[in-house]
Structures are given as C-alpha cells and as structure tokens.
C-alpha cells in the first residue's frame, strides 16, 4: 500500500522523558511534514523537510529536533517531555515542487503525564 | 500572513439535506486549496484538491469550488447521510512558504438518522 505511516500510534509517557516518533512514506514525495494538532483541534505545522534538508522550522522549542536520513523518512525526537506537549503529532508528504495535495499518516497521540 | 477561517463551527442536519461548508483565506495568491475529513481519533483523509488555477472539483456527492479574488471555497455535499459526521477541514498553500498548509479551524458537521 502507497502511504505514510508513522509509529507509534499511542504513546504515553512520564514528564522528562525523551521520545522519538518515526514516520516513512513511500509515495515517492520530495517534502516531509510534521504537524501538530492541540486540544483545541487546530491543526500547525512544526517541521518541512524537502530532499532531506530544513525548510520550516516554524517556532517550535528546540526539545524537538527533526531528522531525516533520507527524503522518505522524517523522524521526531522530543527532549524533556512537558505535560503541553500533549497533543496528536501528524506526519505528511507531499511532491512540493508541483504543488499538488498532501497525504497525512494516521497521526501518534502522544499523552504527557 | 495567511489566515484561514471556516464557518459555521458546527452543524447539525438530518440525513439527505444538502448542506454547504464554508472556507475563507486572507491572502487570494495560493497554489491550491484542499480540503480533508477528519473522523474522530483518527488522521487526514484528503477529499478535493483545487489548484489555483480551477474553479470547482467533484468527487461523487461532493462538490468543491474556489473564488480566489473573493478568497473564498465551498464544499457542497449533496443528500448527506450519517456516515458524513466528521470534521471537515480546509487548507491552502500559499508561494514563498516552503509548501505548508494553514488550517482553518474546522467544521465539525453532525447528520442524524
């Protein structure tokens, strides 16, 4: 199946704990994403990578940190949780070069506690 | 900067009305508008894409048209059924902005039995 998928799906751990969620598309897309949805539902972008380097890095505190190895693979790795970063992290892609519609992975709730 | 405002919030309509979304943006010099479902607890299905240059775009009992002077979409859904509950969100690409989507904030759309 052509998709992105990202892992974990859930992912609940304690305040001060580093974590990574992996994301890999197999689409063929030139630009990764990572965006976050809040409480509230809204949906912002955190990250753009195209062909494995930073596009956007959209004011996000540097306890997160992006890496893509290659342009279908954008992991997110997260240092010294805090309870407001709870929320659902969604992976994209997209052939940004053609301006064409994105595909978005099922999303990691990830739950601070 | 792009803002992207969708009204109404929430909407609730018995099953077989048609019943209309709306989105609007601030800045009319967009690549393309897209428009996704978001079920609860789950990710971003893409419905419709328009690029800048379209007018409307179908997809079985959906219909998407775009307005770019006026800055403005609509997503007509004709003989709704309860199966279309879901949050509906609008989204643009906007030049110069590494290819990232702003949201609008949803409509969460309810069809009764």
């Known amino acids: 199946d052509t998709a992105v998928s990202q892992t974990p799906k859930y992912l609940v751990t304690q305040m001060g704990n580093d974590k990574s969620i992996k994301c890999e598309q197999n689409?063929?897309?030139?630009?990764m994403y990572w965006y976050k949805q809040d409480s509230k539902k809204f949906l912002k972008i955190m990250f753009s990578y195209n062909n494995k380097e930073l596009i956007i890095n959209e004011t996000v505190p540097n306890r997160f940190s992006p890496k893509s190895p290659d342009k279908a693979h954008l992991n997110l790795h997260i240092n010294s949780l805090e309870l407001g970063d709870s929320a659902v992290y969604f992976c994209a892609s997209s052939q940004a070069r053609d301006h064409r519609g994105y595909t978005f992975g099922s999303g990691t709730r990830l739950t601070v506690v | 900067k792009q803002e992207v405002t969708q009204i109404p919030a929430a909407l609730s309509v018995p099953e077989g009305e048609n019943l209309v979304l709306n989105c609007s943006f601030t800045?009319?010099?967009?690549?393309?508008l897209q428009w996704f479902r978001q079920d609860p607890g789950k990710g971003l299905t893409s419905l419709l894409l328009i690029q800048s240059s379209q007018r409307e775009q179908t997809s079985g009992r959906l219909n998407a048209s775009l307005d770019k002077s006026s800055g403005r979409s609509t997503l007509y859904i004709a003989a709704s059924q309860p199966g279309d509950s879901a949050t509906y969100l609008c989204?643009?690409?906007?030049?110069?902005?590494?290819?990232?989507?702003?949201f609008g904030g949803g409509t969460r759309l309810m069809v009764k039995p």
């Open positions: 989204a643009v690409i906007i030049p110069h902005a590494g290819n990232m989507l702003t």
């Open positions: 800045d009319s010099a967009i690549y393309n």
């Open positions: 689409l063929g897309h030139d630009t």
